[in-house]
């Protein structure tokens, strides 16, 4: 077994007027979505809950500044794009609801990076929870 890797840092760009490196992440944890997912028969006849949690790289500098909402990632707007596309979806796997987030979110929010939790608490007995994390995209 090979030792955890602490997780990478996430958006890095260099403010060259400044000489500063600049890590902006907006995140949205704890989204509560139900959804049908499990490999289990009674499974698939049923709606689950699974608590999404998301890292997004974001440069957050020109909404800082304009202090403007379309000058920034709208995490209103993920969650609810999120909550449309899990709550109609019915994977089996975890590991796959997590990839198809973290696709979704590079392609309909142009996230160039994001880190995605999916629990689903209440899988394995005598565990509080249960899921996966990823990561995908480029750092800058």
């Avoid at 260099?14 to 028969?41: A, F, P, R, S």
């Avoid at 794009?81 to 089996?92: D, T």
């Avoid at 987030?101 to 929870?129: H, M, T, Y």
């Amino acid at each position: 077994m090979f030792p955890l890797q602490p997780l990478a840092p996430v958006y890095l760009a260099t403010d060259t007027t400044h000489g500063v490196v600049i890590l902006d992440i907006v995140y949205l944890h704890g989204l509560k979505v139900e959804c049908v997912i499990g490999v289990w028969d009674w499974e698939r006849r049923i709606k689950q809950t699974v608590t999404i949690d998301l890292d997004m790289a974001a440069d957050i500098q020109r909404a800082a500044a304009s202090d403007q909402l379309q000058d920034t990632l709208n995490y209103k707007a993920v969650a609810k794009r999120l909550m449309q596309f899990v709550g109609g979806s019915e994977f089996q796997l975890v590991e796959t609801l997590a990839e198809r987030i973290a696709e979704l979110l590079q392609a309909e929010f142009s996230i160039p990076w994001c880190r995605v939790r999916i629990n689903k608490r209440g899988a394995v007995r005598g565990a509080r929870d249960v899921g996966v994390i990823i990561e995908r995209g480029q750092l800058e």
